[in-house]
């Protein structure tokens, strides 16, 4: 059963929030900056440039829901949500995924996106949230350990299974209220350029 948390605290030059459609780039980006080992665990194995280029096109396309982690306004840190197919008489379910850059790592970032994306989660009706990692990735297990995630060893991975509390009016509100908050951070956060005028509109 998963536990009441408080949400880690973040300095006022630190956001989460969800990404925008248009923010998909920035997405990508973030991941090529991973460093190697940081790639390697969040892909289970070894990956290209292209091969990550070629997921973030499917975020995109697949309306994935990604929360993203932005220090001094560049984004950081992401939380993935995937959507699985829905299936009669089967709880709705949803794979998540974690990345953070190397210089970010270690600073709690990883479990307040574990902690946002689950309370989203919660809010948005997803029953049973599933978790792949390799074995070796020792800070994604005490992650998911604290959070009683149910892990599974299968070869040199570990699969999770963690089903949400149901949603209550709060986590309604709360969850909607980040939701409009995130749109108006995106929009502050937009290069000046643009919102300036081109030349022939002058």
Request: no cysteine; proline share 6%; charged share 30%.
């Amino acid at each position: 059963m998963e536990q009441d948390r408080d949400e880690f605290a973040l300095p006022a030059e630190e956001s989460i929030r969800l990404l925008l459609p248009s923010e998909n780039a920035d997405y990508a980006a973030h991941l090529l900056r991973l460093d190697p080992l940081s790639r390697f665990m969040r892909f289970a194995g070894y990956v290209t440039d292209s091969a990550v280029r070629r997921h973030a096109a499917r975020v995109a396309d697949e309306r994935a829901v990604v929360l993203g982690y932005f220090a001094d306004g560049e984004l950081r840190g992401v939380a993935e949500l995937h959507p699985l197919p829905v299936r009669a008489g089967r709880p709705r379910g949803a794979e998540i995924a974690f990345s953070v850059e190397r210089p970010w790592q270690g600073r709690g970032i990883g479990s307040s996106l574990m902690d946002r994306i689950i309370a989203y989660a919660r809010a948005h009706g997803f029953e049973d949230l599933q978790l792949m990692f390799l074995a070796s990735n020792g800070r994604m297990k005490r992650m998911a350990i604290e959070r009683d995630v149910q892990l599974t060893n299968d070869a040199d991975e570990v699969i999770g299974s963690l089903q949400p509390r149901a949603a209550t009016p709060f986590t309604w509100a709360r969850e909607a209220a980040r939701g409009v908050g995130a749109a108006a951070r995106a929009a502050s956060t937009m290069p000046r350029r643009l919102f300036l005028p081109r030349p022939s509109e002058k």
